[in-house]
């Protein structure tokens, strides 16, 4: 085992590190640390420099055997033609260098955005910071669903479990203490550390940082690790299959132009070029570099959005959700809680104040002091969160995203216990002044199956045991409740009474907590947990206002425009749930059904399945629920988005279509089970994904119907005219310079065409739809034919017109090809509205593109130096003016067409409404 600190006291250990554990590392100590060791992380395989992808892209074989032909020309003498070539060629290595890097800079930048990060003490404040910053010295704080940011020596832990499979092959936990390990001992029985990327099951710890990155236990193993493979989307799958069909079709084509051009009597050589130059202007090589780079830029824009994709196929899979399942508590509501009601020894009081100032009015009858007292206590002590000034800071990836608001007060913490800590401020209750009379000796944290969390403090010499969490669970754990400063019997009139205020409290929408607490014996009272949560004394009830998101309302309404269904999922009780979801238009008459974790206990899977579509709420539910709710769904038919944010969450995460976790509440273990992270816990972020997925969707739709129709009108013209017993129309280097002005820059612009209007008000797409339905390949076909038919019509008229001038006609079909493309890439910005409902200028980068490739195709026209290059000859204004016709009609009557069907289409559906 790497250094001895198990051998070590917490003391020693500190010493050696030069670090106190109530204040850290300040951060200059901190830089010259990080200076000294590194980086924490493991070493990875370096990523291919840009020289090596500039090379690959002459590995395609095409691209050799077109090389191999250049070479034959040079040796022939035709200089002119190998040196274009060969310059065409670079320049299209070049565009393909340029997106395979981008791409590879933009998923790059992704895996830093979703890189962990640790909580850390420095300069004796606890923050968040990326774990690849974390320094020998460095005091961490971890709890349930952490991953061990690096190897620790415990010096402080409440109930702290570990599960150490990474390292050990062991599943179970491990439970963790602070002692001392005299001599050697093995991996899996040193209690005292905490090794990096092994992961915390249950409690919570304090640990200082003693090794990082390859120093570590999990660095001394590094070399046997596998770095993944990088994931492909089912889509670039799908298109690698196309993509092997094409090249095969289009290669037979350009085989039959060849062996009937020889055969007519064209010269072996000439054919030859043209055939290698048609396969490489037909076959669309570019389709995947595009697809990637499309995708990756989609996942830059979810990023401004606060949506972070962690796997590329779920942007894919975004597209066609149609179930939502999303918490409540910080995704649909805001997450900023405020004590408004409270019932103290049987008396209802009202609390004044906003946000997490701890300012505010008790308005209320007489309550007994010691009633109060002892109400407040509990909140401010059974309790992990921090009331301080000023806004915390939130580090790494969500200092970068998240757009917050500086406050006066803010909470370090979970916020509902903050509102609590809150409140107990307000009544003149500080957590600070109360530990220096108590000291907490042992903590049983909350979890959601046990909805409660309890703790003992020694108070005056005694232990005293405080409890809060769902009233019904802690209820069921009391014999007795307390008013006017005495302990009663806890009758069941009573327990029924406090049950009314409960749902009392609950109708208005507020979340309830009941507040209890025990005075023990003696430390053997509470080394079970069972035996020591027993016998309670209930004291109150809190009443907490979470109010929904603006933001997440109106994101519900655009879920139901999308025929998206939305389910909340809480752990609230059930009358505030359906407040709550009424409130925010998920609760309606289609979806009106309100299921609880009793219920789903009584149902079969058969039974939840037949009412799963009408569940718009599931309250008091657990992370076991939430995965029978997710494979209901599945089952239905339904592709499924569920949010999560704690440790027991990521099953349900991971077994959705697209597990979602909470970037700032979630724990890395639910980060990692999840596609994708919310950088601000924000129902609406989830919804602008799903735009964002569905909009990329349509990008590379867009292109691939562009690229395929292009590449189908070059290989129709050059193999119908051979086979008409016509002259070659296009030279082999006019193909090349075609396939490099229209393939190139006005393909790449159509990856990133704005989101069309409307886009929510699609029903979600099947996921078992093909890239080419909804009619895509015969329109495909369809415009390649016309391209062929133009260009050709145009070709045969101006060879017969010019008194069979090759030059003139050549010149003229050359054109009229690159222009019914140029234009036609605008006639692909949408499938389902015109031209003059998207906006010719909505896409400047689109208009930048074809500025520029017309600006080219000019220059080889029309440049005397270009001239003898490429074959052309100038042309005069009536020939424009035939290629203008020919290319402008189509699309003119293509538009027209359109808008006045889709306008009639709306005619039609206003009537019906």
């Not at 990523?47 to 090379?55: D, K, N, V």
């Not at 090389?67 to 060629?89: K, P, R």
């Not at 964002?692 to 349509?698: C, L, W």
Request: charged share 20%; with cysteine; glycine share 8%.
């Amino acid at each position: 085992m790497s250094g001895q600190w198990h051998q070590l006291t917490k003391e020693e250990v500190l010493k050696r590190l030069q670090s106190d554990p109530l204040r850290g590392l300040d951060d200059k100590e901190a830089g010259e640390r990080a200076k000294r060791f590194g980086l924490n992380e493991l070493a990875r395989t370096p990523g291919i420099p840009a020289w090596q992808m500039f090379l690959n892209q002459f590995k395609d074989f095409m691209v050799i055997v077109l090389l191999a032909a250049t070479a034959i020309s040079g040796v022939l003498g035709e200089w002119a033609d190998a040196i274009t070539i060969m310059v065409i060629v670079v320049v299209n290595a070049i565009l393909g260098l340029v997106q395979e890097y981008r791409a590879e800079r933009s998923m790059e930048a992704l895996r830093q955005l979703t890189a962990p990060e640790a909580n850390v003490i420095r300069d004796g404040g606890e923050r968040k910071i990326p774990s690849a910053e974390l320094v020998p010295g460095d005091i961490v704080l971890v709890e349930a669903g952490d991953r061990v940011p690096a190897d620790l020596r415990i010096i402080e832990e409440f109930n702290l479990e570990v599960e150490e499979s990474a390292l050990t092959g062991e599943s179970f936990p491990v439970k963790k203490e602070t002692g001392v390990i005299s001599g050697e001992t093995s991996l899996g029985d040193t209690f005292n550390m905490a090794f990096f990327g092994t992961v915390v099951t249950r409690g919570r710890a304090k640990g200082m940082v003693v090794l990082t990155g390859m120093a570590t236990e999990m660095g001394q193993i590094a070399g046997l690790i596998q770095t993944a493979a990088p994931e492909q989307t089912p889509l670039q799958r799908r298109l690698a299959q196309v993509g092997t069909w094409l090249v095969s079709f289009c290669l037979l084509i350009c085989f039959l132009v060849v062996v009937v051009g020889i055969y007519r009597g064209l010269p072996a050589y000439q054919m030859f070029l043209a055939g290698v130059s048609l396969a490489v202007a037909a076959i669309p090589e570019g389709l995947p570099a595009i697809v990637t780079v499309a995708l990756a830029l989609g996942v830059q824009r979810m990023i401004k959005r606060n949506a972070i994709i962690r796997k590329l196929p779920a942007v894919e899979t975004l597209g066609c959700s149609t179930v939502i399942c999303s918490d409540k508590t910080g995704t649909l509501t805001q997450n900023e809680m405020t004590v408004r009601k409270a019932f103290i020894g049987g008396v209802s009081v009202d609390i004044s104040g906003e946000g997490y100032e701890p300012h505010g009015n008790f308005k209320m009858d007489h309550v007994n002091d010691e009633d109060f007292k002892i109400f407040m206590e509990i909140a401010s002590l059974c309790n992990n969160s921090t009331l301080q000034r000023g806004s915390i800071d939130v580090g790494g990836l969500f200092r970068k995203i998240k757009q917050g608001v500086r406050k006066t007060w803010s909470i370090s913490g979970d916020p509902t216990e903050g509102a609590l800590l809150v409140m107990a401020a307000k009544a003149g209750v500080w957590k600070e002044s109360l530990l220096k009379e108590q000291t907490l000796v042992h903590e049983i944290p909350f979890d959601s199956e046990r909805k409660r969390m309890s703790v003992v403090y020694n108070k005056h010499g005694k232990s005293v045991l405080y409890t809060k969490g769902a009233p019904d669970v802690v209820l069921d754990l009391c014999t007795h409740y307390v008013q006017n400063g005495k302990i009663h019997v806890l009758t069941p009139q009573v327990k029924r009474k406090i049950m009314e205020g409960n749902a009392s409290l609950a109708e208005n929408a507020l979340r309830v907590l009941a507040l209890a607490y025990k005075e023990l014996p003696g430390k053997e009272a509470y080394t079970e947990e069972k035996a020591f949560e027993s016998s309670l004394v209930f004291v109150g009830l809190a009443g907490m206002i979470d109010p929904p998101r603006a933001e997440a309302v109106r994101a519900v309404y655009t879920c139901k425009r999308a025929g998206i269904k939305t389910v909340m999922i809480t752990g609230d009780h059930q009358v505030t749930a359906r407040a709550v979801a009424a409130e925010m238009g998920i609760l309606d008459r289609k979806n009106e059904l309100v299921l609880t974790g009793v219920d789903l206990d009584g149902m079969s899977d058969e039974r939840l399945e037949k009412v799963i579509n009408k569940v718009a709420v599931c309250a008091r539910v657990s992370p076991k629920h939430k995965l029978r709710i997710v494979r209901a769904l599945k089952n239905k038919g339904h592709v499924v988005v569920m949010t999560g944010d704690g440790v027991n969450d990521a099953p349900a995460v991971k077994e959705a279509d697209i597990g979602i976790s909470m970037g700032v509440t979630g724990t890395d273990v639910t980060k990692e089970a999840s596609a994708m992270v919310l950088a601000d816990d924000n129902f609406s972020s989830i919804v602008a994904a799903v735009e964002e997925g569905r909009g990329i969707y349509d990008n590379i739709r867009k292109f691939i119907r562009y690229l395929l129709s292009c590449n189908v009108g070059e290989v129709l013209v050059m193999f119908l005219a051979v086979l008409g017993g016509l002259p070659l129309p296009l030279l082999p280097i006019q193909l090349l310079w075609m396939n490099l002005v229209t393939d190139g820059l006005p393909a790449m612009a159509l990856g990133i065409d704005p989101i069309e209007k409307g886009i929510m008000s699609r029903k979600p797409r099947d996921p078992g739809e093909g890239v080419f339905s909804e009619g895509l390949s015969w329109r495909i076909l369809g415009t390649g034919i016309i391209f062929a038919a133009g260009t050709l019509g145009v070709f045969i008229m101006s060879y017969i017109s010019s008194g069979l001038d090759l030059g003139i006609a050549r010149t003229m079909a050359f054109n009229t090809l690159v222009f019914f493309q140029l234009l036609f890439v605008f006639a692909c910005r949408s499938e389902h509205q015109s031209l003059l409902q998207v906006g010719i200028f909505s896409n400047k980068y689109l208009i930048i593109a074809v500025l520029i490739s017309t600006v080219l195709q000019l220059s080889v026209t029309y440049v005397p130096v270009l001239q003898p290059i490429f074959k052309t000859v100038p042309l005069q204004l009536q020939h424009w003016m035939v290629i203008g016709t020919v290319t402008l009609t189509p699309m003119f009557m293509g538009t027209l067409v359109r808008h006045v069907r889709l306008r009639a289409k709306e005619r039609v559906m206003y009537v019906k409404v």
